[in-house]
């Protein structure tokens, strides 16, 4: 059950009694989580002079993102931005909800996987004028990849932050305790390669650890799910017009085998439910997770670990599953034209002034002023930097991804818990594709 302790604070609009028209009501409460996100945004009190800033960026990368906007608050800007973190499950829902009714924020987030829907559902705007009347040219600062990923029939419709993907991270002492070397992780090159190491560790390990952390469901047995299908040589899921299922339906069947063996061989106890924190209390041996963790894997006191690419398994080619954070301008009818300009200007700042603070959660930042900085290099982030060439991202240009992978999730996560046999399975990741076609 989630933990929520009520704010009543003057700062937080929670006990103040308004008088309308005659008549007494009270302000809506703001609700917050325990983690500081926040249930009901449209709650919170924004200054008039403030940009509000709806973010989510919780976990990991969440203090590092909020010392991005305290360094540029330290700049004092006209429009100083308030940022508001909500729960990451509910963001997009929340976001869109917001803004048809005419409550959304100045500035918010949006995976590129999910651009294409917000622009073309109205719920983000172009900047292109915005960035004209400002005179900032992007090429300076950005890959043309990155700029084209924004870009929806010739208008930019946000800034690029980052490229995240799925890596593989290891803990130094448990390997030495099995005999692994950090050159053997580094050398795999086949499943087979991989799980001689998973055997290895399994024999070795005390009691209640596991060779890899991940849960039975969610996010991360798909993203491995994914990366190891693409690897064994599987066609995009759709075609480009997205009106078609192309799934490779013997490659993801054997995809999902795969990923299902781990479990059965016992290399991934029963009942983690989370997986970075079972990592950081030095109970795994491996986790793949995302980029966003390293930073606050590297504030873990007594944690002796080390991240590398998603490993080769199967093929040629070392394809892992990456998307990328934006930073965007929701419609707002309520913010002003002068407003919007410094929207604008915060989200520029925060890509290329903060993207060196935000190498430190562990994302491969966007902005060229920091990706190609030696500080950046000296990083634990930027061993994971060659992951751009082998990034398999979501297909653009469609409205239909959100929901496809939602299904895919729960068809995956059916025959990870022993719900759905294979066969099942195999038919329930297919509909999850058809069921969401343009």
Same mark, same amino acid.
């Given at each position: 059950?989630?933990? %929520?302790?009520?704010?009543?604070?003057?700062?937080?609009?929670?006990?103040?009694?308004?008088?309308?028209?005659?008549?007494?009501?009270?302000?809506?409460?703001?609700?917050?989580? @325990?983690?500081?996100?926040?249930?009901?945004?449209?709650?919170?009190?924004?200054?008039?002079?403030?940009?509000?800033?709806?973010?989510?960026?919780?976990?990991?990368?969440?203090?590092?993102?909020?010392?991005?906007?305290?360094?540029?608050?330290?700049?004092?800007?006209?429009?100083?931005?308030? %940022?508001? /973190?909500?729960?990451?499950?509910?963001?997009?829902?929340?976001?869109?909800?917001?803004?048809?009714?005419?409550?959304?924020?100045?500035?918010?987030?949006?995976?590129? #996987?999910?651009?294409?829907?917000?622009?073309?559902?109205?719920?983000?705007?172009?900047?292109?004028?915005?960035?004209?009347?400002?005179?900032?040219?992007?090429?300076?600062?950005?890959?043309?990849?990155?700029?084209? #990923?924004?870009?929806?029939?010739?208008?930019?419709?946000?800034?690029?932050?980052?490229?995240?993907?799925?890596?593989?991270?290891?803990?130094?002492?448990?390997?030495?305790?099995?005999?692994?070397?950090?050159?053997?992780?580094?050398?795999?090159? #086949?499943?087979?390669?991989?799980?001689?190491?998973?055997?290895?560790?399994?024999?070795?390990?005390?009691?209640?650890?596991?060779?890899?952390?991940?849960?039975?469901?969610?996010?991360?047995?798909?993203?491995?799910?994914?990366?190891?299908?693409?690897?064994?040589?599987?066609?995009?899921?759709?075609?480009?017009?997205?009106?078609?299922?192309?799934?490779?339906? @013997?490659?993801? %069947?054997?995809?999902?085998?795969?990923?299902?063996?781990?479990?059965?061989?016992?290399?991934?106890?029963?009942?983690?439910?989370?997986?970075?924190?079972?990592?950081?209390?030095?109970?795994?041996?491996?986790?793949?997770?995302?980029?966003?963790? /390293?930073?606050?894997?590297?504030?873990?006191?007594?944690?002796?670990?080390?991240?590398?690419?998603?490993?080769?398994?199967?093929?040629?080619?070392?394809?892992?599953?990456?998307?990328?954070? /934006?930073?965007?301008?929701?419609?707002?009818?309520? %913010?002003?034209?002068?407003? /919007?300009?410094?929207?604008?200007?915060?989200?520029?700042?925060?890509?290329?002034?903060?993207?060196?603070?935000?190498?430190?959660?562990?994302?491969?930042? #966007?902005?060229?002023?920091?990706?190609?900085?030696?500080?950046?290099?000296?990083?634990?982030?930027?061993?994971?930097?060659?992951?751009?060439?082998?990034?398999?991202?979501?297909?653009?240009?469609?409205?239909?991804?959100?929901?496809?992978?939602?299904?895919?999730?729960?068809?995956?996560?059916?025959?990870?818990?022993?719900?759905?046999?294979?066969?099942?399975?195999?038919?329930?990741?297919?509909?999850?594709?058809?069921?969401?076609?343009?």
């Amino acid at each position: 059950m989630k933990i %929520r302790k009520k704010l009543l604070s003057m700062l937080l609009t929670g006990a103040m009694v308004l008088s309308m028209g005659g008549m007494t009501v009270m302000a809506e409460e703001v609700d917050m989580n @325990e983690d500081g996100t926040i249930n009901n945004p449209e709650a919170v009190e924004v200054a008039d002079d403030e940009l509000s800033f709806w973010s989510l960026f919780t976990g990991g990368d969440g203090e590092w993102f909020g010392k991005i906007v305290e360094d540029y608050n330290a700049t004092s800007p006209a429009n100083p931005i308030k %940022r508001i /973190t909500l729960v990451w499950a509910d963001y997009y829902t929340k976001l869109q909800t917001a803004v048809a009714t005419g409550n959304g924020p100045d500035i918010g987030v949006s995976h590129v #996987s999910k651009l294409y829907e917000l622009a073309d559902t109205g719920v983000v705007e172009p900047i292109t004028d915005q960035l004209d009347e400002l005179g900032i040219d992007l090429s300076e600062y950005f890959s043309q990849e990155s700029i084209d #990923s924004v870009t929806i029939d010739d208008d930019i419709y946000a800034i690029p932050l980052d490229t995240h993907s799925e890596v593989m991270y290891y803990n130094l002492d448990l390997l030495e305790q099995a005999g692994v070397t950090e050159d053997d992780v580094k050398g795999i090159k #086949s499943a087979e390669d991989f799980e001689a190491i998973c055997a290895k560790l399994k024999e070795a390990l005390p009691e209640g650890s596991s060779v890899i952390a991940l849960p039975t469901n969610g996010d991360d047995p798909f993203r491995i799910w994914y990366a190891v299908y693409f690897q064994m040589g599987g066609a995009n899921f759709v075609n480009d017009g997205a009106t078609e299922c192309t799934l490779d339906v @013997e490659k993801a %069947r054997a995809a999902m085998e795969w990923v299902k063996s781990l479990y059965d061989n016992g290399y991934i106890l029963e009942g983690i439910d989370d997986q970075t924190a079972f990592f950081q209390a030095g109970k795994a041996a491996f986790n793949f997770g995302g980029t966003w963790v /390293t930073g606050n894997l590297e504030a873990t006191e007594g944690l002796n670990f080390n991240n590398t690419t998603f490993p080769l398994l199967f093929g040629d080619t070392p394809y892992c599953w990456s998307d990328s954070h /934006t930073l965007t301008i929701p419609v707002n009818a309520d %913010r002003t034209d002068e407003e /919007t300009l410094e929207a604008v200007k915060f989200i520029v700042s925060a890509s290329v002034d903060g993207g060196i603070t935000w190498a430190g959660s562990g994302q491969i930042p #966007s902005a060229l002023k920091a990706n190609e900085s030696d500080e950046y290099k000296a990083m634990k982030g930027y061993n994971v930097v060659d992951e751009l060439k082998y990034s398999k991202y979501a297909p653009l240009a469609s409205n239909y991804y959100g929901g496809m992978k939602a299904d895919l999730i729960t068809a995956l996560d059916g025959y990870w818990q022993n719900m759905d046999d294979i066969d099942t399975a195999c038919d329930n990741v297919t509909a999850a594709i058809e069921d969401n076609l343009d």
